[in-house]
């Protein structure tokens, strides 16, 4: 099983992105799982940014807390990760990330770049 995510790309300081996070290769769904996006900048440690249960109960980062919308469309299979108002710092590549009790998945990144 594997995640795709999907979604990156160049924008400019304030614009919106939204990346998508879905089960490639697989009729295996993704409703089941914790959803979670974690970013690596150039340099930097993978950092944390949001998650989603599979009741839907959201948490962020402060560093994205207002900007950034995680979201679930169980028809689809899908996890979305809404970002507003984007920054420069927000420049990273994204994962997906999905986990229910010791099982582990991951996607290849997507990346984002907010030029100033």
């Known amino acids: 099983v594997q995640l795709q995510a999907c979604g990156g790309g160049l924008v400019q300081t304030g614009e919106s992105l939204r990346l998508s996070c879905t089960v490639s290769?697989?009729?295996?769904?993704?409703?089941?799982?914790?959803v979670e996006w974690y970013r690596q900048a150039p340099g930097k440690q993978r950092e944390w940014v949001a998650g989603?249960?599979?009741?839907?109960?959201?948490n962020y980062a402060d560093s994205v807390k207002g900007r950034f919308t995680i979201s679930r469309d169980s028809r689809r299979n899908m996890v979305y990760l809404q970002m507003n108002s984007l920054k420069p710092e927000d420049t990273a590549d994204y994962y997906c990330?999905?986990?229910?009790?010791?099982?582990?998945?991951w996607g290849q990144g997507t990346q984002v770049t907010v030029s100033s």
């Open positions: 989603i249960s599979p009741g839907t109960d959201t």
């Open positions: 990330r999905a986990a229910r009790g010791t099982v582990e998945y």
């Open positions: 290769g697989s009729s295996r769904s993704i409703n089941p799982y914790y």
